[in-house]
């Protein structure tokens, strides 16, 4: 609740910015009604935001901590030491120091100066969406399977990485959601990526997993993917195996691991019960720290333990198709208000708010993505602790991350729920602190992140991302310049899953698309794209498609850029989007590729760009 009228708020106090400059130089003010719908969903109740301090984030290079006072220092393996004035940086780890005067708890992140990067690293991969990328051993969807296999036919074709669209689970109940950037938990996978046949005891079920297996082979049909029916027959299936299951130490182990793993099989058994908007369930369940809720998951045990079941089996899945740690995770910025993590960290979280983008050339009505953002006050509040599980989770089974909409780390775009995408303002992120935790998550990993910076990005957020070793993102789409002036740190690419494909472009579908689907194209823009796609491919103007493609990942070949992601839908010649932002069509994030994964392996237009990208090497 807002203070009295008398009490004056200082809106830039609590992170709200006062406009900012579009995609075009421009400045736009923040709408003051925008400003006070934020104040308001954040609870301002004071001039200014609460000043308490519960985290102190250090760099390894630094000289010391000062302390000021006495402490007890606790190290994350139990380890104790009382400490004061001055202390020596520790490790790069977590600490949590108690003050022995008057009882505080801060917690201390000791962080590398900046991610883990290998000097040497220059290596492209295919950008893929595993759901859409179908073998036809697929069960109607792309599977960890599959990944694995598209993991050791890159090898031999040359590539070092495989980037991938998030794994994240949606709530496990229909209607499945289709999008990856719209998960339920961004620390649990999708169990519909699970190979079934690939499982402990599968092949004594007989003839009911023959039947199953034969159901799910022929939605591959269509290309329309059909997560609902894949849910329901992959289901049948696992439940079978699990009630075969007698246990198995690694499994008790991996329950074992820190993290959310009981809470978030909690919330998928009162999902299946309930529903899956957790806003809708009884009042005594919407809150995982009610009574109810702990009675509930012991009267449900054998439930619960089959989502820990799945878990743990796409835990093993995914990590043999990283087996050479060239998977690319690719993490979202933000998750369903009605779904795991939304319940789990809703305290936390500004429901009143959705998160978007501004209008850019591609989006002239700007985006809103529908999910709620993290209040940045009250996500310190917490020590960080969903940010952290989060990016661990991201990083888990991966030799690198990719950071969707990286800039969210420095600010986010909120829109007042139900308000108008452009009618957004900017809220500030305590960015220094969540960047420590980034590099230091990743240096434990030892993966190396990219950040997607694409789109309205303030002048000095590629500065300090460069310093703390986050890749950039460069697209032949967007650069003025020629790719052989793109920087050494950086992936190169096209296109995104969100913007049109080169036959999209080359064609004249996509904006043929975007009409069909009431979104105003920038046709002339468009026209701008496919001129600028003609003369760096080196193409006339009614080149075969083929040529085209191959033309433009030579020129994107010439960056000296450590990574180049190639889309997989471009050598293929697929004219959809995977994506259409600001529609909810069916054919979002649904469409799978127009042949099997065995068909790709031999395609002579995939095989001409993989060459074409290997000249780099």
């Not at 990743?442 to 910076?453: F, N, T």
């Amino acid at each position: 609740m807002l203070p009295s009228e008398h009490m004056r708020i200082d809106p830039e106090a609590w992170g709200i910015s006062p406009g900012y400059h579009d995609i075009g130089g421009t400045w736009r003010e923040a709408p003051q009604s925008t400003v006070r719908a934020v104040l308001e969903a954040m609870g301002a109740d004071g001039p200014i935001p609460p000043t308490g301090v519960p985290v102190w984030a250090v760099r390894t290079s630094e000289d010391a901590v000062q302390l000021g006072g006495r402490w007890e220092l606790h190290g994350e393996s139990g380890e104790e030491e009382r400490v004061s004035g001055t202390m020596p940086v520790p490790p790069p780890g977590y600490y949590d120091l108690l003050n022995e005067t008057d009882g505080r708890r801060v917690r201390l992140i000791v962080a590398p100066d900046a991610c883990h990067l290998r000097p040497d690293l220059r290596t492209w991969g295919w950008a893929i969406q595993l759901y859409a990328l179908r073998s036809r051993e697929s069960w109607g969807i792309g599977d960890f399977a599959d990944l694995r296999r598209v993991a050791e036919w890159s090898a031999r074709e040359g590539a070092g990485i495989v980037l991938v669209n998030p794994l994240h689970a949606p709530t496990p109940v229909a209607p499945v959601q289709p999008s990856p950037y719209f998960p339920s938990s961004r620390c649990f996978y999708s169990p519909l990526y699970l190979r079934v046949e690939e499982l402990p005891g599968a092949s004594e079920l007989g003839d009911d997993l023959q039947r199953a297996a034969a159901a799910g082979r022929a939605l591959n049909d269509e290309r329309a993917i059909d997560r609902d029916e894949v849910w329901r027959i992959k289901s049948e299936v696992l439940e079978q195996l699990h009630s075969r299951f007698t246990g198995d130490p690694d499994f008790d182990r991996f329950c074992e691991q820190p993290g959310r793993l009981t809470e978030f099989a909690t919330f998928c058994a009162l999902a299946e019960w309930y529903g899956p908007d957790w806003r809708d369930w009884p009042e005594d369940y919407r809150h995982p720290a009610s009574p109810d809720v702990g009675r509930y998951a012991e009267a449900t045990a054998d439930r619960l333990r089959f989502h820990m079941w799945l878990q743990w089996h796409l835990d093993r899945q995914l990590a043999a198709a990283n087996m050479h740690a060239g998977l690319v995770q690719d993490l979202a910025i933000g998750v369903d208000p009605s779904g795991a993590d939304a319940w789990l960290w809703q305290d936390h979280l500004a429901f009143d708010m959705n998160v978007g983008a501004p209008p850019d050339e591609f989006n002239t009505q700007g985006q809103d993505w529908g999910f709620p953002p993290f209040d940045p006050w009250r996500l310190r509040m917490c020590q960080y602790e969903p940010f952290i599980e989060t990016v661990r989770a991201g990083l888990r089974h991966a030799g690198g991350l990719r950071f969707d909409h990286v800039m969210g780390l420095f600010r986010q775009f909120w829109i007042p729920r139900k308000g108008r995408a452009a009618a957004g303002a900017y809220v500030q992120y305590p960015w220094e602190e969540l960047l420590h935790i980034l590099a230091l998550e990743s240096y434990r990993a030892g993966a190396w992140v990219v950040g997607e910076d694409l789109g309205t990005v303030e002048p000095f957020v590629r500065d300090e991302l460069a310093g703390r070793d986050v890749l950039s993102y460069r697209l032949l789409y967007f650069e003025d310049e020629p790719p052989s002036e793109y920087p050494q740190h950086g992936l190169a690419a096209v296109t995104t899953h969100d913007l049109p494909t080169v036959a999209g472009v080359w064609l004249g579908t996509d904006v043929e698309r975007q009409k069909a689907l009431g979104v105003r194209p920038n046709v002339e823009g468009m026209g701008r794209l496919r001129d600028r796609i003609r003369d760096l491919a080196g193409v006339a103007d009614d080149a075969p498609i083929d040529d085209v493609v191959v033309g433009a990942y030579r020129r994107l070949a010439e960056a000296p850029s450590m990574v180049l992601g190639a889309t997989i839908e471009d050598p293929l010649g697929v004219e959809e989007r995977p994506n259409y932002p600001g529609t909810m069509v069916d054919t979002n994030w649904s469409v799978a590729l127009p042949v099997p994964f065995e068909d790709i392996e031999t395609d002579p237009t995939v095989t001409r760009v993989a060459e074409v990208l290997n000249l780099r090497q």
